[in-house]
């Protein structure tokens, strides 16, 4: 079991600057894939970045040369550092770690941390 606990959200103005952090139970080390995926009111949970333990990283076209995610092993931690926020980034931010096991793959998921860009 993976217990992932985010953190960073607030309320920033637009053109603004925020960093998540989400901090993962056990070493991330046996995670295959972990991400952020964002969900805004009346919408669908959507990808916004992901990294593989290889470090291969892929973005949504709308966050892309604006977010940047990178992790620490040391840490068992993952980042998103998100630059000139729009209020269309206004939404909430879930942490995900994904595991592939022999049938099939796992999804863990962080309770989510708000994040409000105001005009």
């Known amino acids: 079991q993976v217990q992932l606990v985010e953190s960073g959200g607030g309320l920033v103005q637009a053109g603004g600057s925020l960093r998540l952090s989400c901090a993962a139970s056990?070493?991330?080390?046996?995670?295959?894939?972990m991400g952020w995926y964002r969900q805004a009111p009346g919408k669908q949970r959507e990808l916004v970045a992901t990294i593989t333990s290889g470090g291969n990283t892929n973005y949504a076209d709308s966050v892309k040369g604006r977010f940047t995610i990178s992790r620490d092993s040391a840490k068992n931690t993952v980042y998103l550092q998100m630059n000139s926020l729009k209020p269309e980034d206004t939404a909430v931010y879930y942490c995900?770690?994904?595991?592939?096991?022999?049938?099939?793959?796992?999804?863990?998921w962080g309770q989510g941390t708000q994040v409000t860009v105001s005009s």
């Open positions: 995900n770690a994904l595991r592939i096991i022999p049938t099939g793959k796992v999804d863990y």
């Open positions: 056990r070493g991330i080390f046996s995670i295959n894939a």
